[in-house]
């Protein structure tokens, strides 16, 4: 295909000198050649391997559980099981960023008690001299299951007859959508498998369909999809004389790591050391943990450091997925095409304990939208799968491929380009959204503009079979706590200390922010990321917040230094620090032109004129900003084989600024990727036991770069007032429209709405032959 | 005086009413004048053992989450929302 247009165009409104800028990453030389160090990297005098027996059934009651063969291995030191992990009250807390844990299903996620919840739910784990003597010491273990039958899809997990994946599980619905709760052993009441159900409303929805000439209403299902991350969980653990603990794993936050580890092993927080190592790929997924408390649990028990990796198989069997979800939306709009009501009701599956995405899919549904009646409700429930955990957008890719499959219905039937209707409806500041809130300031208007004008959004579609479509996605993004320390070398450099975990590029894009203020080039900024005794608490890398509030932190770090900068040369010159400025790295007198110090020769005179110069800063900086993105794909359908193809993709996002846009860039790229691969490969293949039947990469399908076209990206700039250089967060959005702008495109390609993923070859020809009314 | 947008889940207590006029200028004179008037609200929105908001639940003030909850400030035009916190992936 031949280029008419310049690919990848960053829409620039403001320009700097380092922000904005595309230097090599700090950290990228070490990853290409193995230098640098991952969570199983680790080596230590004296290391055990801990390996771990799960669950083969999906739901199961432990009758009888004996270690004591295992424990007579040779070479075995210790074994485990989840009553050497403390089980705190069953009440949530707040982990910041949105986050929140209840540790009582925490504890009983990382190790099973009394009932085996999903396949491959922890049972015991073992820590011998070397894996293979694990490996052995994990047959001798005598576990007798009374196997029951397995709850493994929400509707049937709904039914007042189901069976009940918790007894005595409570349903928490109240505003306070908190995993849910345990009955009090008193209560009468039978548990549920609802943990959680909550709405929201705006305006009247009955009149709003009144007022509507044309209504569309579309049901779609998802299945549970993998992160699909390449480096496995692990996790290090040894404890010192003193009682103090260090960890070793990658995480996306390892503030979590230890807080969670503490708790679990039921020692104070400070007694508790996570040290990061560089992360082979989160998605959300390492927001939370496995390894960590089970190394630390046969550590404590061996006296002796343990190490604990997860195969491939186990990721997939016993880390979180994202959520199967039933979803309905139903839309009003006039003839012209104004949106006059919105009613949508979202189910998703929490996995074994509760706490699905939900609140993010029924809060983002509507959220690209000015929609003046809605109703909105959402429904948690527990079944004997994985526990889920977050991926980019937890919740809005599910919620956007029935909304924006609605929307494409909508415009059809109402003759309406499709991306001129979402510009008669598109929020801008100040909508109220249908969850209460006014919008703040957002770029969803220049977006839709911009996909517009693309040429791609006009070329011809040449070939067969062959079809366009567009959606649109909405993601809040996130903020919280993080902290900065930022230390002038006597060259002239500066080592900047953070507490974020660097998962896709924020060593860069939070050192050109410091480069920026100090007026200094980006390479004599050295990043480093702290462990928890060397930084302020920094809260999890998560919800694109990296760039905007550690962003911040070392924004304000460096302002530190700015101010000692000018006290040190108004000290040097003998004149009053007012008659002093710094401007592009250089101090100097505001009349006296003769009186200039460069940032580095100031920082050689830094000790004799008052002591090291140390910058730092603790924030907690509100209004990250929303971001959107809308997607335009063109497929190629197969129709024999029901194969699709995506022969062409852009995507166009507001990015508020490109720190560094060559890593936005791969944001986008990446959750695009992601984004095909959930809608036309990816699913946990479940029997009716509830085993899944693909757990390797062989038979979990995942795009790769043969499958796909060049994503070309299109970065809009609509600044966000909440920060100095405008920043929104970026990783996750990008992942919301694929689903929807692909499903949109099948449609436009061969006339058939799909309306559950995967859209895979089968999936194709069993829709076409229903179109066709052909013979199977 | 601040509106406070009364979750669905909670106009039992209100009486239906969607949105009410509390007098104050921080989310915790907030939460504490709301129970004066709805008995009950606060023990929805108050967790007494951290001194903080419920956990998951984040509070919305003029369109922006809050980062100080209790402690932020309000406005007398000010526009307070009581919302699901979302965690990002």
């Given at each position: 295909m031949t280029l008419d247009y310049k690919p990848n165009l960053v829409l620039s409104t403001q320009e700097f000198n380092v922000v904005g800028t595309r230097p090599v990453r700090p950290d990228g030389a070490d990853k290409v050649t193995g230098k640098a160090r991952y969570s199983a990297d680790i080596t230590l005098p004296g290391l055990l391997q801990g390996k771990v027996l799960r669950s083969p059934h999906a739901h199961a009651r432990i009758k009888k559980l004996d270690v004591s063969r295992a424990a007579a291995y040779p070479g075995v030191r210790a074994v485990v099981t989840g009553y050497d992990f403390q089980e705190p009250a069953g009440r949530a807390s707040d982990l910041?960023?949105?986050?929140?844990?209840?540790?009582?299903?925490?504890?009983?996620?990382?190790?099973?008690?009394?009932?085996?919840?999903?396949?491959?739910?922890?049972?015991?784990?073992?820590?011998?001299?070397?894996?293979?003597?694990?490996?052995?010491?994990?047959?001798?273990?005598?576990?007798?299951?009374?196997?029951?039958?397995?709850?493994?899809?929400?509707?049937?997990?709904?039914?007042?007859?189901?069976?009940?994946?918790?007894?005595?599980?409570?349903?928490?619905?109240?505003?306070?959508?908190?995993?849910?709760?345990?009955?009090?052993?008193?209560?009468?009441?039978?548990?549920?498998?609802?943990?959680?159900?909550?709405?929201?409303?705006?305006?009247?929805?009955?009149?709003?369909?009144?007022?509507?000439?044309?209504?569309?209403?579309?049901?779609?299902?998802?299945?549970?999809?993998?992160?699909?991350?390449?480096?496995?969980?692990?996790?290090?653990?040894?404890?010192?004389?003193?009682?103090?603990?260090?960890?070793?794993?990658?995480?996306?936050?390892?503030?979590?790591?230890?807080?969670?580890?503490?708790?679990?092993?039921?020692?104070?927080?400070?007694?508790?050391?996570?040290?990061?190592?560089?992360?082979?790929?989160?998605?959300?997924?390492?927001?939370?943990?496995?390894?960590?408390?089970?190394?630390?649990?046969?550590?404590?028990?061996?006296?002796?450091?343990?190490?604990?990796?997860?195969?491939?198989?186990?990721?997939?069997?016993?880390?979180?997925?994202?959520?199967?979800?039933?979803?309905?939306?139903?839309?009003?709009?006039?003839?012209?095409?104004?949106?006059?009501?919105?009613?949508?009701?979202?189910?998703?599956?929490?996995?074994?304990?509760?706490?699905?995405?939900?609140?993010?899919?029924?809060?983002?549904?509507?959220?690209?939208?000015?929609?003046?009646?809605?109703?909105?409700?959402?429904?948690?429930?527990?079944?004997?799968?994985?526990?889920t955990a977050a991926y980019r957008a937890p919740g809005s890719p599910a919620a956007a491929f029935c909304f924006e499959t609605a929307m494409d219905e909508l415009a059809e039937k109402l003759g309406l380009d499709p991306i001129d209707l979402r510009l008669l409806n598109s929020s801008r500041e100040g909508t109220r959204r249908a969850t209460g809130p006014l919008m703040p300031k957002v770029g969803f208007i220049e977006v839709l503009e911009a996909a517009k004008a693309h040429p791609h959004y006009t070329a011809p579609k040449d070939g067969k079979a062959r079809g366009r479509g567009v959606a649109s996605g909405f993601w809040g993004n996130n903020t919280g706590p993080s902290a900065a320390v930022a230390t002038v070398t006597p060259d002239g450099c500066v080592n900047l200390a953070e507490g974020s975990p660097d998962i896709g590029g924020t060593r860069a894009s939070v050192s050109q922010q410091l480069a920026e203020v100090l007026g200094i080039p980006i390479e004599d900024v050295h990043p480093q990321i702290m462990d928890t005794d060397s930084i302020g608490f920094t809260s999890n890398t998560g919800g694109s917040g990296v760039t905007f509030k550690t962003g911040i932190a070392a924004y304000t770090a460096a302002h530190d230094i700015r101010q000692q900068m000018i006290e040190r040369a108004a000290k040097i010159w003998d004149v009053d620090v007012a008659d002093v400025t710094y401007e592009d790295g250089v101090v100097q007198h505001k009349s006296d032109t003769e009186l200039r110090l460069t940032f580095k020769q100031l920082a050689a005179r830094q000790v004799p004129t008052g002591g090291p110069i140390v910058g730092s800063a603790g924030v907690n900086p509100p209004g990250a900003g929303p971001a959107i993105a809308t997607h335009i794909v063109d497929v190629e359908v197969d129709v024999d084989t029901g194969k699709v193809e995506v022969v062409r993709y852009t995507a166009l996002q507001d990015a508020g600024k490109a720190i560094h846009p060559s890593y936005v860039e791969g944001q986008i790229q990446g959750g695009v990727v992601q984004g095909i691969g959930w809608a036309l490969n990816e699913e946990y293949f479940v029997n009716d036991a509830g085993q899944m039947m693909n757990s390797s990469f062989l038979d979990y399908r995942m795009p790769v770069s043969l499958d796909l076209p060049m994503i070309d990206t299109v970065v809009v700039e609509v600044a966000n007032p909440n920060h100095p250089y405008g920043v929104r967060g970026v990783g996750e959005v990008c992942i919301v429209p694929p689903m929807a702008a692909i499903a949109n495109a099948i449609y436009d390609a061969i006339g058939v709405r799909l309306t559950s993923l995967p859209m895979n070859p089968g999936a194709v020809l069993e829709a076409l032959w229903e179109k066709n009314g052909a013979d199977k | 005086m601040a509106e406070v947008w009364i979750p669905p889940q909670m106009q039992d207590i209100t009486g239906g009413l969607e949105r009410v006029q509390v007098p104050g200028a921080t989310v915790r004179q907030l939460v504490n004048n709301i129970d004066q008037q709805f008995p009950g609200l606060k023990a929805l929105l108050y967790d007494d053992e951290e001194d903080d908001i419920m956990p998951g639940l984040a509070v919305i003030v003029d369109g922006e989450a809050s980062q100080l909850g209790l402690l932020e400030r309000v406005a007398e035009t000010s526009e307070v929302h009581f919302l699901p916190a979302i965690g990002g992936g």
């Open positions: 910041t960023e949105g986050a929140m844990v209840n540790y009582k299903f925490l504890s009983n996620n990382v190790m099973a008690k009394d009932k085996a919840l999903y396949k491959g739910h922890a049972i015991a784990a073992v820590a011998a001299a070397n894996a293979h003597a694990a490996e052995q010491a994990l047959n001798l273990i005598d576990v007798e299951y009374e196997v029951l039958p397995p709850v493994l899809h929400a509707k049937e997990a709904m039914q007042d007859d189901s069976a009940l994946v918790h007894e005595r599980l409570a349903a928490m619905s109240t505003a306070a959508i908190r995993a849910g709760g345990i009955l009090d052993d008193d209560d009468p009441r039978r548990g549920t498998n609802i943990a959680n159900h909550f709405e929201f409303r705006l305006g009247d929805l009955e009149q709003g369909f009144n007022d509507a000439d044309i209504i569309v209403e579309n049901e779609t299902s998802t299945v549970a999809v993998h992160q699909g991350y390449i480096e496995p969980h692990s996790g290090t653990a040894m404890w010192h004389e003193d009682g103090a603990l260090t960890v070793w794993s990658s995480s996306q936050g390892h503030f979590t790591v230890r807080d969670y580890t503490a708790r679990l092993m039921g020692v104070p927080v400070s007694s508790v050391k996570a040290i990061p190592m560089e992360i082979g790929g989160g998605f959300g997924a390492k927001l939370t943990m496995y390894c960590e408390p089970v190394a630390a649990a046969l550590a404590r028990k061996s006296g002796a450091p343990v190490k604990v990796t997860m195969n491939r198989t186990e990721v997939f069997e016993a880390t979180g997925p994202t959520s199967g979800t039933e979803i309905t939306v139903k839309l009003g709009a006039t003839k012209d095409g104004r949106l006059t009501a919105a009613e949508c009701h979202l189910v998703f599956e929490a996995g074994a304990f509760p706490g699905s995405p939900v609140p993010g899919g029924a809060q983002c549904i509507t959220g690209a939208y000015d929609i003046p009646n809605a109703y909105i409700e959402g429904y948690d429930i527990v079944v004997n799968r994985p526990k | -």
